[in-house]
């Protein structure tokens, strides 16, 4: 009788983290990166994420138009552009904290915003709440404020 309960136990344990690796390999991508649609055209949302960004005091250093240099090499390809964002405050924090420094491969903060087939544009960006999460310390302070405020950037762009 005890050996029937030992393989039972042993047989529930490892289904139970057959269905967890299941659970977290599907619904992983969907964890880590948030989209909305926006209410906007391309060029509109990123006019109007640059002013509410400059609105609320972030900088937007950079936009990449991906799409430009595929283009230019023939092929046909939807508009995609990646948004840096910086909050000098944030980021003072950030590089001033050897151990918080190694999130520097995700400064600036980023944001997509691309055009669908379907000619929707969406905005995509990584949850960065979610992130904030699993650091501790200076890390998850300014991730948690730097993830509020890209949110009120964004707040201006996306549909209801």
């Known amino acids: 009788m005890t050996g029937k309960i030992t393989v039972a136990a042993i047989g529930g344990f490892i289904l139970g983290i057959l269905v967890m690796s299941f659970v977290t390999f599907t619904g992983a991508p969907e964890l880590?990166?948030?989209?909305?649609?926006?209410?906007?055209?391309?060029?509109?949302?990123i006019e109007a994420i640059e002013a509410s960004a400059e609105d609320q005091g972030w900088a937007v250093p950079t936009v990449h138009r991906l799409h430009e240099p595929v283009r230019a090499e023939g092929y046909e390809v939807d508009r995609v552009a990646v948004m840096e964002l910086c909050q000098p405050h944030h980021a003072a924090q950030i590089l001033s904290d050897d151990e918080a420094k190694v999130v520097t491969s995700m400064m600036p903060c980023r944001i997509s915003v691309y055009e669908t087939s379907d000619e929707r544009i969406i905005i995509s960006r990584m949850n960065t709440a979610m992130l904030a999460e699993m650091f501790g310390g200076t890390v998850a302070e300014v991730m948690a404020d730097a993830t509020e405020e890209v949110e009120g950037v964004l707040a201006t762009v996306l549909q209801e």
């Open 32 to 45: 880590m990166v948030v989209e909305d649609e926006s209410r906007y055209g391309f060029d509109e949302t």
